[in-house]
């Protein structure tokens, strides 16, 4: 097929300038209108002085200088990265051993315990997390069911309002993120590797740790990658069972253009979050090059 | 022989993880319809007794109701938009042959590697821009961002999933771009097209994170809700309230990830 087509004229050089216009259109408009220029409005902001006006006064470094200086935010960009990291963890910890299952024995029931993996990912996130709240509330589903089963007979304050309950609910909100590129991995690898491994007299843990796991780094890192990044902003999961000791930079991001009403020192945090976000992407890449990636 | 054996064994330990794993991603979930239809204020056990109480207050309640109409409303136009896009773009990434169409599908997938918290500030800051400020059309614009990636990704895989001849077999008889995209392109990837649309209908409905920052006066749904979490009297209405939400979901959901696979199937089964 291809070598006829190669031989022909290609029917792509034949697309009208009137359909390729019509057909870039919407995507270009949504792509460079709402993600590069307000992108771009969010790194002009960032270094800008806040007078009250939208767009800020005079061009300065200041917002930069304050968030370098401020032991507040080198703590809460810590903690909102070492919750990420936690979260992303735990995730794609437990998310690995559902996904190889997927692959390599599921067989018939493959499809449904796919689709059963999936359908959460699809339900509200606010519903979710508010699940959690109920759950770990001081009169709320797990303490009244201990105490109900005669573990303990108080209940205890000790679940809601801490950054473990933020740990454990973000990593349960995000676990069905984790599943589908590690699996996709997996399923892509070819089964004469293993064919080749187990006739070469590989037992199957080494087979595992030498064959499967190399070859499903790139999933892995992708998953990391898709937990880690909307953990990291995140504000609603801090606010609703995380108090105050587990206050977020997404919840800083939050309130700079809520109450704090500083856009400009708002916009500063959001690019340094962005540059963090760029460097993990970066490390990944250089980890999935590593590995030796497939793709 | 003891090679296979092992690996059946490692099947069945991994089975049993697989249902735990289940377990744990659905009991939270499914805790917020038990509670929903127990006769108690608080969500705790033992439970107290079945009502349909909280239900009953779910009628009649204007600010709900218009919650609803504007979700509706939204996700709907927010959805045509994103499923007009991921048509669009993936169509062009894989035929238009040229940089700007593939540099178009490449940014349209980055809002995966940037926060909600970000893409909801840097939309505030162009709504205020351009004047629209806070208000539903800033709302169907941002869903329109959150979606993007999602009816990308659905039309591209389906896209892919026809065979290139036949849109090559469709140009040569002199079919017009036009016509090849419309008449044959289109009603063969119509499965994806629809699932695409249920799920950023879904997202639009679903999303809180951006629409926090996007919403005037008119709440949608989720804003409801989250409006009514301060008060630990409305938690069994909002109880009541997730629930049908949930249902909803699933139902849509489970809809547009059968009609995607079914029309990944039938592609393969007939090529031609």
Redesign the interface.
């Known amino acids: ?1 291809s070598t006829i ?1 190669a031989t022909r004229p ?7 300038p009137v ?2 216009f019509a ?6 408009l ?10 771009g ?2 790194l002009f ?1 960032a270094f800008r002085g806040n007078d009250g006006s ?2 800020g006064v005079s061009l300065t470094v200041e917002n930069f200088v304050t968030v370098a200086t401020g032991p507040l935010y080198w703590t809460v960009m810590l903690r909102s990265l070492v919750i990420a990291g936690l979260v992303t963890l735990a995730t794609v910890v ?1 998310a690995y ?2 996904a ?3 692959a ?2 599921a067989g018939r029931r493959r ?1 449904l ?1 796919l ?14 997390v ?6 770990l ?1 001081y ?3 797990l ?3 201990f105490i ?1 089963t005669g573990l303990w007979s108080q209940p205890t304050l000790a679940f809601l309002n801490t950054p473990a309950a933020v740990v454990v609910t973000l990593a ?1 909100a995000y ?2 993120f984790a599943i589908l590129p590690i699996y996709v991995a997996l399923d892509t690898i070819p089964k004469s590797l293993l064919e080749a491994a ?1 006739d070469l007299g590989a ?2 843990f080494t087979s595992f740790r030498r064959v499967v796991l190399p070859n499903s780094m790139p999933g892995v890192l992708a998953a990391a ?2 937990v880690f ?2 953990t ?5 999961t801090p606010a ?1 069972v995380g108090g105050p000791a587990s206050t977020m930079i ?1 919840t800083l ?2 309130s700079q ?1 809520g109450k704090a009403n500083d ?1 400009p020192f ?2 500063a945090l ?1 690019v340094c ?2 540059l963090v ?1 760029l460097c993990v ?1 970066l490390v990944a890449r250089g980890a999935d090059r590593r590995f030796g990636s497939r793709t | 022989m003891s090679a296979r054996a092992d690996i059946n064994a490692g099947g069945r330990w991994l089975g049993l993880y697989v249902l735990g794993y289940l377990v744990f991603l659905y009991l939270p979930v499914l805790l917020i319809p038990l509670f929903s239809f127990n006769n108690s204020i608080q969500a705790a056990f033992p439970l107290q007794g079945f009502t349909l109480e909280w239900y009953r207050t779910l009628y009649g309640n204007p600010a709900l109701s218009g919650a609803l109409a504007n979700s509706l409303v939204i996700g709907v136009i927010a959805a045509f938009g994103a499923t007009l896009c991921g048509i669009t773009v993936s169509y062009m990434d894989l035929y238009g042959r040229s940089p700007v169409a593939a540099t178009i599908s490449a940014i349209a997938r980055l809002p995966i590697l940037i926060p909600g918290v970000i893409a909801g500030i840097s939309l505030l800051i162009l709504v205020n821009l351009i004047g629209l400020g806070p208000s539903r059309v800033s709302i169907v614009l941002g869903h329109i961002l959150v979606a993007l990636p999602t009816t990308v990704v659905v039309m591209r895989s389906r896209f892919v999933a026809i065979p290139k001849t036949i849109r090559e077999a469709a140009l040569d008889l002199g079919a017009s771009d036009w016509t090849t995209f419309r008449r044959v392109m289109l009603p063969l990837s119509l499965p994806a097209v629809l699932s695409a649309f249920m799920l950023s209908f879904l997202i639009s409905f679903d999303e809180f994170i951006v629409v926090f920052f996007l919403a005037g006066t008119e709440p949608t749904l989720p804003l409801y809700i989250w409006s009514q979490l301060r008060f630990p009297r409305s938690l069994p209405t909002v109880m009541a309230l997730g629930t049908v939400i949930l249902t909803v979901s699933f139902i849509i959901a489970g809809t547009a990830e059968i009609l995607r696979h079914r029309g990944l199937g039938a592609a393969r089964r007939n090529p031609a």
């Open positions: 097929m087509a290609l029917p792509e050089n034949r697309i009208s359909f390729r057909m870039l259109l919407p995507g270009g949504v792509t460079f209108f709402l993600i590069l220029f307000a992108l409005l969010v902001l939208l767009l437990t051993p559902v190889y299952y997927l390599f024995h499809n315990l689709f059963l993996v999936t359908l959460p990912f699809w339900t509200s996130y606010l519903l979710r508010f699940a959690w709240k109920i759950v509330a009169n709320g589903v303490n009244s069911a109900e349960h676990a069905p187990s037992r199957p990658l898709v990044v909307p990291v902003g995140d504000y609603v609703m997404g991001i939050q253009f856009w708002g916009a959001s979050v962005m976000i992407v």
